[in-house]
């Protein structure tokens, strides 16, 4: 089955300063990459997605990259702001699946004002 | 629109007891999926349901079941409690239609806590 490793498990960040977060996964079958971000005691919410078909896609300062040759995907957030603070997890699923989504352990970020 | 209810929000159980957890979805979603939670485990894949169908199984023991009903609301059940299955229950929801990915929309979660 799908396993996805996703790193660092934890990342501080100075206000104002980019963040990254990188995935990789196995199953070259994978074909939808979602984000999720989680803010404390809260559920997780979709902040951005990337499909197999896309190279890169940008929301604001949100942008995530694919590299499908490697199986790597990233995350990246510029201009951090402490409302950024939250766990961020990665996915991976492919259109045949039914809504088997396989996600990463999750990386804790601390933006520090 | 309402989004995904689930309940109870906390449960106290013991070792070998049984419980069961509700997940409303979103009205129009037909695709419900269950996930466990624990610290740095991340989210796991429990089941989905969709028209009262499991279509996917994730690699849980079989005391882990699920169940969905004919309005789309889906109950998952736990028997014969351990101490290992304490953990935040995710579920989640989406249109379910077609062949693509879509969107999860997530409930708050029931934590269970096992003594």
């Known amino acids: 089955g799908e396993n996805v490793e996703q790193h660092p498990s934890t990342l501080s960040v100075q206000e104002g300063d980019s963040a990254v977060i990188k995935c990789t996964y196995s199953?070259?079958?994978?074909?939808?990459f979602p984000w999720y971000k989680q803010e404390l005691g809260k559920r997780p919410q979709l902040i951005i997605d990337i499909r197999s078909n896309v190279g890169e896609k940008k929301d604001q300062r949100i942008a995530v990259t694919l590299n499908k040759t490697a199986k790597h995907f990233s995350l990246h957030i510029t201009e951090t702001q402490p409302e950024d603070s939250a766990v961020y997890f990665c996915a991976a699923s492919w259109s045949g699946g039914y809504q088997k989504v396989t996600f990463g352990t999750g990386t804790k970020l601390q933006v520090i004002p | 629109k309402a989004g995904v209810t689930q309940t109870p929000r906390y449960l106290i159980k013991t070792r070998g007891q049984q419980v069961t957890l509700s997940c409303s979805p979103i009205s129009g979603h037909r695709s419900v999926s269950w996930y466990q939670q624990t610290p740095g485990q991340g989210l796991q894949f429990l089941f989905e349901y969709f028209s009262e169908t499991q279509r996917n199984k994730g690699n849980f023991p079989g005391r882990f079941s699920g169940r969905q009903f004919s309005n789309s609301r889906s109950e998952m059940n736990v028997s014969t409690l351990e101490l290992g299955d304490s953990a935040l229950y995710l579920c989640?929801?989406?249109?379910?239609?077609?062949?693509?990915?879509?969107?999860?929309?997530f409930g708050s979660g029931t934590q269970l806590s096992v003594l």
């Open positions: 989640a929801s989406s249109l379910g239609t077609g062949s693509t990915n879509e969107k999860l929309f």
């Open positions: 199953d070259s079958a994978s074909n939808y």
